[in-house]
């Protein structure tokens, strides 16, 4: 049995959130399966030493229509590229009907889907869970993990500073309204090096080269290594050694969970319920005057994040 899953999510959070449901489709048909995927999930990197996945192909779509897949000749073209592995089976994590025609035309026997057309509203996670437990009759976590190999583990670990606490700071977000002041992040490396000597981590990406130089420049600066040169699967066993990671809701928060990461997770305009309850690792730390249920992408509560709750929730996780 050839098993293809296609998750058509943009985020490489949201291809982390389904990971265990990917594992679990895997233990089912007892091999590995292969997976289609957009290349801003960065799901090659992610799964490269995952042993349940056999192969991750990339879903060419593009905001700008202008992808190889895109189209009426992306199509055809995404019919070929499927039709050429002879999958048996195939489950669709979304209600698009396009691809359900693309794997119908790709002469897959067997396709498992969410309901067509119910598109918005639905909730990722417990959507994702259900269909997976109704598709193979048992119910599963929505822990994710991700795989790396041990050895890459302890390559990184020996040009590490593994005497200090090793501290991921997510301070990338995927915009201005999701990102704690650098300040922020500044004054809480240097109060927890107070308490605990730490070497910090810079999760961020090209882009956020002027908030990696404020922090580098800073006091705290020579206790700062950012990563931000680095290829995901290159940050991979780095984070993986790390004792937390404290942060955005961004993808290196999702990361860092799946990592088995104590993670405190600033969600200052995301909803809570659907991106920070899905991993017993994810600590929520929340605007001032909302609870859980009322987070949501329009909170704007950058400003509300309190920064003793922030530091006495690492302090606490770095202590226990």
Known sequence: MKVLILINKVGLGDCIIHLNYIHEISKKYEKPVSILAKENTR???????????????????????????????????????????????VFIFNSSVRYFLVCKFAGI???????LFKKKGQHVVNTAKIFTENEI??????????????????????????????????????????????????????????????????????????????????????NCVSLNNLKINEMLPIIANCNLYCGNDTGFMHISAALNLKTVAL??????LAYGKYSKNIN?????????ETTTHDTLG???????????????????
Request: proline share 5%; hydrophobic share 35%; charged share 30%.
């Open 137 to 222: 009759d048992k119910i599963v976590s929505t822990q994710p993990k991700l795989f790396v190999n041990q050895d890459k583990i302890l390559k990184a670990q020996k040009k590490m500073s593994l005497n200090n606490k090793c501290i991921v700071l997510g301070i990338s977000a995927s915009g201005p309204t999701k990102r704690w002041e650098i300040k922020n992040f500044i004054k809480l490396s240097e109060k927890i090096n107070q308490k605990f000597p730490s070497k910090f981590y810079l999760a961020a990406g090209k882009n956020d080269q002027p908030l990696i130089n404020e922090i580098s420049n800073s006091n705290i600066g020579s």
């Open 109 to 115: 026997k067997k396709i498992a889907q969410y309901p």
């Open 43 to 89: 799901a090659k990197d992610l799964f490269q030493d995952d042993p349940h996945i056999k192969e991750v192909i990339t879903l060419d779509r593009l905001e700008d229509e202008t992808g190889s897949h895109d189209g009426l000749n992306g199509f055809i073209k995404l019919i070929k590229d499927i039709k050429e592995k002879k999958f048996d089976k």
């Open 267 to 272: 969600f200052m305009d995301s909803p809570v």
């Open 302 to 320: 950058a400003d509300k994040i309190s920064f003793d709750k922030v530091y006495n929730k690492c302090i606490e996780l770095l202590t226990n």
């Open 284 to 292: 929520v730390i929340i605007p001032e005057g909302e609870t859980e």
